[in-house]
């Protein structure tokens, strides 16, 4: 794995407009994903995760909008480029797979027209036939027959669907593939070939792939780095290995306690205090002090910046900054 | 769809069986398995399809069934369907040249022909009147001829015509039904029509009030009926489609503007709205479908524009952005092709009530020229006349019924089979 880094995401701000204010669905997280990886974004419901995933396209509009943030991509920054620019680097360069595989496919379009209109959109110099021996080559690489290009969506499986919208991202040889929650609606049969499936993409195609998930299961079959949210802010950043076998934050430990796992006995499955907290008035200094188990009084009062712990881990958390390591004192 | 299922309990499904045998088929077992597969009522739909085909061709093609032209004054006035008349009919022996009244006309001053009548019957007085006719307009032509017979009045039936068999007189004038009777026991004449060239009766549907045929009124009347309804529901249908789309997808102020001029559109009054435009415009074809289509507009804005705002949250549309796709493209691509299926049932239904607002404009007079055939001022006319002559205003108001029916089942029944969430019932 390279260490060169593909997209360099720097304080990042996405707001939403809402009649009780503006609230930060994501708020000032950086984060370097690196060439060739799959970097997983774990985070519970609401922490921002998939807001964050669509901001790496600039893909919001209605009341959302990325408010401040630099977005490095392979040397340029996104935010700097023109909206009407942005279309052809969707699809082209960077790929997204959503939640739901049942409706992320237009119903009344074939298969092969989602694959075609993608490759006529960015490349439309690329004869019909020419566009049509890719779009099939794609599909039987994904595992899926070449005549059943012809099908619409509605013919097609839930596994299959996902694959498909793979292929889209894979079409035009996308540098990142962001994967919101790809498995959330599988079965765990099919969630494991379609893991299976991205990891050998990864490798044959050098694909690096952004997978959000809320699932610590998913990342922990697939992913080379793991990014931990906690409302709207970066809570932790780490390779795979660093992150489950020493977390350094309050919040992913508690995270990787409340994993089920069929050694407990009955009862003993951890579950974390507390609520997430609103975003709307997020508490102050270290957002997840009133959750913690290790709150100081510092914690209240000023956030921790996020900065490395470790080898290539990174932590915001008052336990591993200056005075705070030493004044650690356990409620 | 329960017994189908039944065999294949133990086999791993393959996606439903309907669904497999769903793609085997073509579109016109599709129509008739709807009942099995949808649970709409196939036969709604086959019947209305075929009247509404049937409409169709009648409007296209009215002189291949219309038996008299729709302005022709054929017939005595108030023949009820089917009723036969007393006519003044023209007998001549077999081999006379004369084939009507005029052909009996000489040069001025040669001998003028002897025609026999029945003594005591109208036939004389009808063969006076038309002569007078006829010679008024002979008159004034060139060729110089004149119609002024000589009248024989016999006392019998068989007197009249013996006198045309023994060569007395050319012609003679005898009624419709007399004749009939006798008509066997004299081979060597022959029938040369009504004096004054009407129909003794056999009119299917009755005639009106001054003479017309009701029944090819009735027939080319489906042409003007569908004329409006269709370019009407086109013309509304070509404005609404597009302003619902970009109004839902571009939302905002334009969006906003555009729906308080649509529903204000929508809270008049349809038929009071359609009198005020053609009050403003006057009377014709034209006018009378563009206040329809006016009236009309709001229906196409509202759907598609409802159809847009929730197709536009689909994820799909969303995945499109995600792909590269521009707005254009989107707008065409994704939501276009998921919004038109609502708009092709509404437009069925839409024809339907179009062609029921167009007769209730001809009804009050604010249509068309009364000169046209039309099933609203055919109604209106009827009207008048309903206690005595019931057929007037019953056949085009049935017309009108069938025609609505027929194309609003139509609209129902298809909305019914291809909505897929309304299978399964």
């Known amino acids: 794995m390279s260490d060169d880094i593909l997209y360099s995401i720097r304080n990042l701000t996405v707001e939403y407009k809402t009649r009780a204010g503006a609230v930060r669905a994501v708020d000032d997280v950086s984060l370097d994903i690196h060439r060739g990886e799959i970097l997983g974004l774990v985070g519970e419901s609401g922490c921002g995760k998939s807001t964050f995933g669509k901001a790496l396209m600039r893909l919001h509009d209605g009341p959302a909008s990325i408010t401040g943030g630099e977005l490095w991509f392979d040397g340029r920054d996104l935010m700097k480029l023109p909206m009407t620019d942005m279309p052809d680097i969707r699809g082209a360069e960077i790929g997204m797979v959503f939640q739901d595989p049942m409706t992320s496919l237009n119903p009344v379009q074939r298969i092969l027209d989602h694959l075609t209109e993608t490759i006529h959109t960015h490349e439309p110099e690329t004869s019909d036939a020419d566009a049509r021996k890719r779009a099939e080559d794609l599909v039987e690489r994904l595992g899926i027959r070449r005549e059943r290009v012809k099908e619409y969506p509605h013919q097609m499986s839930g596994g299959m669907r996902q694959r498909v919208m793979i292929s889209l991202a894979l079409a035009l040889r996308a540098k990142l593939v962001i994967a919101d929650e790809p498995t959330t609606s599988l079965d765990v049969i099919v969630e494991a070939k379609f893991l299976d499936l991205l990891k050998e993409l990864q490798k044959e195609f050098g694909l690096t792939i952004l997978l959000i998930t809320h699932n610590i299961g998913v990342v922990a079959e697939v992913a080379d780095r793991v990014a931990v949210m906690y ?26 306690k409340s ?26 200094g270290c957002r997840f002090h009133p959750r913690c188990p290790f709150a100081m009084d510092i914690c209240a009062e000023k956030a921790p910046e996020f900065k490395p712990v470790a080898n290539d881990q990174l932590a915001s958390c008052w336990l591993y900054q200056k005075d705070g390591v030493q004044q650690a004192a356990v409620k | 769809m329960s017994n189908i299922d039944e065999k294949n309990v133990n086999t791993p499904p393959e996606g439903t069986t309907w669904e497999v045998e769903l793609k ?23 019947i209305s399809a075929v009247m509404v085909v049937g409409f169709i ?21 108030f023949i009820a369907p089917n009723a036969t008349v007393e006519l003044s009919i023209l007998v001549v022996p077999v081999d006379s040249p004369v084939n009507k009244l005029q052909d009996l006309a000489v040069p ?102 001054i003479g017309q045929d009701v029944w090819s009124r009735l027939l080319w009347g489906t042409r003007v009926a569908l004329i409006i309804g269709f370019s009407s529901s086109i013309i509304s249908l070509l404005l609404g489609v597009p302003l619902g789309l970009v109004a839902g997808f ?65 994820v799909y549309v969303e995945a499109a952005k995600s792909i590269g796709a521009r707005r254009l493209e989107i707008l065409s691509r994704y939501i276009f092709p998921n919004v038109i299926p609502s708009v092709a049932i509404i437009f069925s239904v839409n024809v339907a009530d179009a062609i029921l607002t167009g007769a209730g404009l001809s009804f009050l007079g604010l249509g068309l020229p009364p000169t046209i055939a039309d099933w609203g001022i055919d109604l209106a006319r009827g009207q008048r006349f ?37 299978r399964d019932r």
């Open chain 2, 57 to 77: 061709i009648v409007a296209i093609f009215p002189q291949w069934f219309a038996p008299y032209s729709p302005d022709a004054l054929v017939g005595p006035r």
């Open chain 2, 250 to 314: 571009v939302g905002g102020a334009f969006d906003r503007l555009l729906s308080l001029l649509m529903d204000s559109l929508y809270a008049f009054p349809g038929l009071i709205l359609a009198i005020a435009i053609t009050a403003v415009l006057g009377p014709s074809m034209l006018n009378i479908i563009i206040a329809i289509a006016v009236l009309y507009i709001p229906t196409y804005y509202r759907i598609v524009r409802g159809q847009t705002l929730s197709v536009k949250e689909e």
């Open chain 2, 108 to 209: 001025e001053g040669g001998d003028r022909p002897a025609v026999a009548v029945e003594q005591g019957l109208p036939t004389s007085g009808d063969l006076n009147d038309e002569s007078q006719k006829i010679d008024q307009t002979l008159k004034n032509q060139p060729e110089g001829l004149r119609l002024r017979p000589v009248i024989d009045r016999y006392t019998s039936l068989d007197e009249t015509l013996q006198a045309v068999v023994d060569g007395t007189d050319k012609a003679a004038i005898v009624q419709t039904t007399d004749l009939d009777v006798v008509k066997e026991n004299y081979p060597t004449l022959r029938e040369a029509g009504s004096i004054t060239g009407e129909q003794a009766g056999g009119y299917l549907m009755g005639t009106n009030d």
């Open chain 2, 386 to 422: 309903i206690q005595t002559a019931w057929w007037m205003i019953t056949f085009p108001g049935l017309a009108i019924l069938l025609v609505v029916l027929s194309f609003t089942l139509m609209g129902e029944g298809l909305a019914e089979i291809f909505n897929p969430k309304l």
């Open chain 1, 259 to 284: 994993v089920p796992n069929i050694k407990l006995g009955e009862g003993e499955l951890y579950k974390m205090g507390g609520e997430p907290p609103s975003l709307l008035h997020p508490p102050t």
């Open chain 2, 24 to 46: 085997q088929v073509g579109f016109v077992r599709r129509l008739l398995m709807a009942r099995r597969w949808y649970g709409a009522d196939w036969w709604f739909v086959a």
């Open chain 1, 231 to 256: 409302a709207a802010k970066m809570a932790e950043v780490g390779t795979a290995q660093e992150v489950f076998a020493a977390p350094k934050h309050p919040y992913t430990q508690g995270l990787l």
